[in-house]
């Protein structure tokens, strides 16, 4: 079959100045992307800033006979993501692709936690995510085209020690994601979910020594791309990705116990059927799921 291409759709990648975007910014461009390489350049807890990463990024990507072009906003306030949106009308006329990925880490305990290790983390993941999707999505439902492509994590989705913070936002991402299928389905733009593990800066301390060597981030944009791909059907849906392995994360729901009288004896009675995992359903949004409790309301 024949190699698949992006010719002339028009691609924003957060955070792809190194890592897991860098990654990403390389294989669209290289199969015809216009790429907007968005990086504010900080540290990993989200300090500092430079300019030069994106724009080292945008050198490699020319060097190879690709089009990029740099932005250096921060995702994590609207005007950053309505400028990163603009970068894209500017230089290229439309946004077709909305991959987030910017990120930072501010990793404690629970007990330890405090609203300055919280804020900052929501501000770049969840709400970088609704900063630069919510221009771009104006745009995507007028053309009648969009693919957009959050990245969440393991951590938030089945929970990983000194991560509520990281995990919330990242599990929000999934709940964002979900909305956005179900509101994009109309006009053609679909939403989708990553949960991705690779050695990066942000988790060399982790993986150096350990899996480091075969999580290289490369093996994770061939998912991102055929998400962001025009024959890809997908939408609403989470996928976790790593080292040449790639699976479907889903959301599923018992059949659960039913009494019109519920009480909390039969929740203490009932707790093997309530959790009797036989005959799941995976509900695809929430009209879905408001059909397993229709039979019971007849
Ligand atoms: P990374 O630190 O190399 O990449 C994150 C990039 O986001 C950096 O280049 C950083 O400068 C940029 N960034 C941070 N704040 C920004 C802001 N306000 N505006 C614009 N850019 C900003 O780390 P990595 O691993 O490539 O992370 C990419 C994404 O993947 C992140 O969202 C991360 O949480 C997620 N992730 C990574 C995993 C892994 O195993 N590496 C596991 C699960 C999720």
Redesign the pocket.
């Known amino acids: 079959m024949a190699e698949l291409g992006y010719d002339g759709r028009v691609a924003i990648i ?2 792809a ?5 860098r990654e990403h910014a390389l294989l669209l461009a290289s199969r015809g992307a216009l790429v907007v390489v ?5 540290a ?1 807890d ?1 300090t500092g800033s430079d300019k030069g ?1 994106a724009e080292r990024v945008v050198d490699e990507i020319k060097a190879l006979g690709g089009e990029a072009v740099a932005d250096t ?4 306030t609207p005007e ?1 993501g309505e400028a990163i949106v603009q970068t894209a009308i500017d230089a290229y006329g439309k946004v077709d692709i909305v991959i987030n ?4 880490l501010r990793d404690k305990a629970f007990h330890n936690m405090t609203p300055d290790l919280m804020n900052p983390v929501f501000d ?2 969840l709400k ?1 995510a609704f900063h630069v999707t919510r221009p771009a999505f104006a745009r995507m439902r007028e053309q009648g085209y969009g693919r957009i492509i959050s ?1 969440s ?3 938030g989705i089945f929970g990983n020690f000194g991560q509520t913070n990281y995990g919330a936002a ?1 599990m929000g991402l999934v709940g964002f994601t979900r909305v956005l299928a179900v509101e994009g389905a109309r006009n053609n733009v679909k939403a989708n979910a990553i ?4 050695m ?4 060399e301390n982790i993986m150096a020594g350990n899996i480091g060597d075969k999580t290289d ?1 490369k093996l994770v944009s061939p998912i991102v791309a055929w998400l962001a791909h025009e024959d890809c059907p997908a939408t609403g849906r989470i996928f976790s990705v ?1 080292g040449g392995r790639v699976a479907e994360i889903f959301i599923a729901e018992t059949q659960g116990f039913f009494n019109a009288e519920l009480s909390l004896e039969d929740v203490r009675d009932q707790w093997d059927t309530i959790c009797n995992r036989d005959g799941y359903a995976v509900p695809a949004n929430m009209p879905d799921e408001l059909g397993l409790f229709a039979p019971h309301f007849k």
């Not at 949960?195 to 690779?198: H, Q, R, T």
């Open positions: 957060t955070g100045g190194g890592g897991l975007g968005n990086d504010l350049g900080g990993v989200g990463a906003s921060s995702v994590a950053g990925n910017a990120g930072i770049v993941h970088g990245t994590s393991g951590a990242k949960a991705p593990l690779a990066t800066r942000m988790t981030p790593g």
